[in-house]
């Protein structure tokens, strides 16, 4: 791809993601009665469930206080000074038990109480957005973060601050700050390969076809090399982010593009982990914090070398394939 390729690929996205907002929007406004009809049954269904379960935690508390089994409405009797059982409990019916009643009256009531806090808040998930848009037929079309935000314009609350947790917002806007975030990482791990390496290039656009595959495109986040080596370098925040074949299908376009060109160097590819690194076993992960502190840059590559594809002696098989990359100089 070249650069004014990688320039047409971000418009068309911008543009892309510009005409589902637009329609998002009039999707919206074309069902928005019936979208709300649907947030008030959700809720009401919601405020119903909460009731039932506080008149049932009621009800067990009342025959807690008369020693009564809830399910056959016998008389329990107190075992060993330890605990109130039901005399029917051998009796079983689909699979519903008799009570059983703890012989301390604060561990009870602390359990009670308990529950009466847990019944305070409506018990919504983070999905009920969803759940909305699939009773609307919305699905694809927009998205729950929006939805959220034109029913709350519309003065209707986001239905999880009902529930006393953390908002649907909040939730939702994950991705959109782990993305946010991750762009800042992979800036700063641009910056300190660039105090290091000879040569460096930022979000490498390719588009490659392998044999019986389709045409993908791509971007490297970085590319460092110098006159003996080159290192294809994916940054995550995350190493449970990490995604192995595409790393390896990088490797295969560059080194196939290397060999065209009759370029010697060797090709190193490899994960820079820059947050949490988990219990990941994959030798072909590195946490950014073992490296950025490291100026030589011998010795930073014998450190990126080892786990990297190239020390492991990977062969790849590379039949009838076609490589653009963009036209920067690495």
């Not at 510009?18 to 929007?25: D, G, I, Q, T, V």
């Not at 806090?117 to 919305?138: H, M, Q, R």
């Not at 994960?271 to 690194?277: A, I, S």
């Not at 190239?310 to 039949?319: E, Q, V, Y």
Request: overall charge positive; some cysteine; proline content about 1%.
């Amino acid at each position: 791809m070249t650069k004014s390729e990688i320039a047409d690929f971000f418009n068309r996205i911008r543009n892309l993601k510009s005409s589902k907002e637009l329609k998002a929007h009039e999707f919206f406004e074309q069902n928005k009665s019936k979208i709300i009809d649907e947030y008030k049954k959700h809720l009401e269904s919601k405020i119903d469930e909460n009731n039932i379960e506080k008149e049932k935690l009621e009800h067990e508390k009342n025959m807690f206080e008369k020693k009564v089994c809830v399910k056959c409405g016998s008389m329990m009797r107190l075992i060993n000074g330890s605990f109130w059982g039901c005399p029917n409990f051998r009796d079983v019916d689909n699979g519903v038990k008799h009570s059983t009643y703890s012989a301390n009256k604060d561990e009870y009531y602390s359990m009670y109480e308990n529950k009466v806090e847990y019944l305070y808040g409506l018990k919504i998930k983070t999905t009920w957005a969803s759940d909305i848009i699939k009773s609307v037929e919305g699905k694809g079309i927009i998205t729950p973060l929006l939805l959220v935000r034109l029913l709350e314009d519309e003065g209707y609350r986001d239905m999880r601050e009902y529930s006393n947790r953390s908002s649907s917002k909040h939730a939702l806007s994950g991705w959109v700050t782990a993305n946010e975030n991750s762009k800042i990482s992979e800036k700063e791990v641009l910056e300190y390969f660039k105090s290091v390496f000879d040569t460096c290039v930022y979000q490498v656009g390719i588009k490659y076809n392998f044999a019986n595959d389709r045409e993908k495109i791509g971007f490297i986040d970085l590319i460092a090399s110098d006159e003996l080596d080159v290192f294809i370098i994916e940054v995550k925040n995350n190493s449970c982010d990490v995604k192995e074949n595409q790393l390896e299908n990088y490797h295969k376009a560059i080194k196939h593009v290397m060999n065209k060109s009759k370029d010697k160097r060797n090709v190193y590819s490899i994960h820079v982990v820059y947050g949490f690194m988990g219990n990941d076993k994959n030798d072909n992960i590195i946490s950014f914090d073992k490296i950025n502190t490291i100026k030589e840059i011998n010795k930073l590559k014998i450190i990126l070398g080892k786990p990297a594809y190239k020390k492991r002696n990977r062969t790849f098989s590379i039949l009838n394939q076609s490589v653009s990359i963009a036209d920067f100089e690495f």
